[in-house]
């Protein structure tokens, strides 16, 4: 029986290949290995080169980004001479790299600046800019040097496109633009940017009117605008607005601010009434504000067809303190004051007490204070006064006591007016 003849093994057909198909490997796989490697160590300094410069400048001296960024760093650190020459170095490096870098240009913005080259240091910032706006550093230097310059409206320009692009502006920029809203001229440049209701404008006002010295600035600058959008997160704020106003007693700002907002009802600045003027209000610093108190306190009914609401209240036993308050601008004149009230059995020594007080930036004045006892069944309370040239804006308060009882007290309020006469 006849042996097959093996074929020629994979090796020996290796070994028959002629040198260039060898020398084409090797220049194969160094060239795979070359590109790899590229791909690697400009991966990491693509991934590192905003956290950490040095390490992307380890793996890819000429990094253009990280140059920049390691350049930007040397700078903050020292601005004495060898420091300026080699950011002015590295910088120029960068953009030889990449021409379109904002970073490398306003470093030798900056590198001019300190050397006391304002014409080429502006001229350069304004480049940076022109070539990318979300560099805040640029924007900042902008900014500092319109207010050197005494240019308001450009300065609020550069606020305004720093506060845009760049969020982490924020916390810097706020205080400084609160802070000078007193200036008038400010106000005024800044009403135009707050009328297109930036995308900044909801953060900044939720603070401002937290920090503002003034809310009657802030309220100015608002008004001047023409009012904001007509959107629930705008609603809020201005509310919040009219109640620091309110705080600071900055009654006149207060009118003309409320009077410039949608859905204002000038009918609240003198009405008592239970109503849809005065309860469940778009605004509700205008209108009755219950006060929260876990022993004390009221809620308004759903309104019946004509509108009208009541308020059903309670006191604790041994309870005493304010359930609900509204500010009011009555004008001078003689009025009369009624409330009309139910309740289910009386509790001795629960009473209900009004309170009118004249308020102004000098402090908070009684004007009159009438009380009634908490009796079964219905029952009122009726006020004749009147109100001077002194006493321009009022505030109403009803307080209740919830006498001894165990329970204390409950009764409803089912009308509250003051008309004139």
Partial sequence: MSRKRKGPSRFTALRAKPPLFWVKIVVITVATAYLAWLSFIHA????????????????????????????????????????????????KQSLRGGAL??????????????????????????????????????????????????????ALYHYDIAMRTTPSSFPILF?????????????MALAPIVRQAPVWLPTYLNEA??????????????????GLPDLQVYHSLS??????????????????YYLSLKGNNRVAFQSASLNKDTVNLRYPAMGWQVVENPGIGGSFSQPDDKGR????????????????????????????????????????????????????????????????????????????????????????????????NQLGAEFTLRSVDIVAG
């Fill in 44 to 91: 990491v300094a693509n991934i590192t080169w905003d956290r950490n410069p040095d390490i992307a400048l380890r793996y890819v001296p000429d990094h253009p980004l990280a140059l920049s960024r390691k350049a930007d760093e040397m700078f903050a650190e020292n601005q004495d001479p060898a420091t300026l020459a080699k950011v002015e170095a590295m910088a």
């Fill in 101 to 154: 870098n904002p970073v490398a240009i306003r470093l030798l913005g900056y590198v001019a600046d300190v050397r006391g080259d304002s014409k080429k240091a502006r001229e350069l910032m304004l480049l940076s800019h022109k070539v990318s706006r979300r560099d805040f550093g640029t924007q900042l230097w902008l900014i500092e040097d319109a207010v050197a310059r005494g240019d308001k409206k450009q």
């Fill in 175 to 187: 205080p400084t633009l609160t802070g000078a809203l007193s200036d008038p001229e400010v106000r």
């Fill in 209 to 226: 009117i937290k920090t503002v010295e003034n809310p009657a600035n802030l309220a100015d600058v608002l008004v001047k605008a023409g």
């Fill in 239 to 256: 509310n919040d607005l009219l109640g620091y106003l309110a705080a600071k007693d900055k009654f006149p700002a207060f009118r003309q």
């Fill in 309 to 404: 609401s009541s308020l059903a209240a309670f006191a604790g036993s041994g309870q005493r303190g304010e359930i609900m308050r509204k500010m009011l601008f009555l004008d001078p004149g003689s009025y009369r004051f009624q409330a009309q009230y139910s309740a289910l059995e009386e509790v001795s020594d629960a009473e209900i007490r009004w309170d009118l007080y004249c308020i102004s930036e000098k402090g908070n004045v009684g004007k009159w204070f009438i009380e009634t006892p908490v009796r079964k069944g219905s029952f009122g309370q009726t006020h004749a006064f009147t109100i001077g040239n002194d006493c321009r804006n009022q505030l109403l308060v009803m307080q209740a006591a919830g006498g001894s």
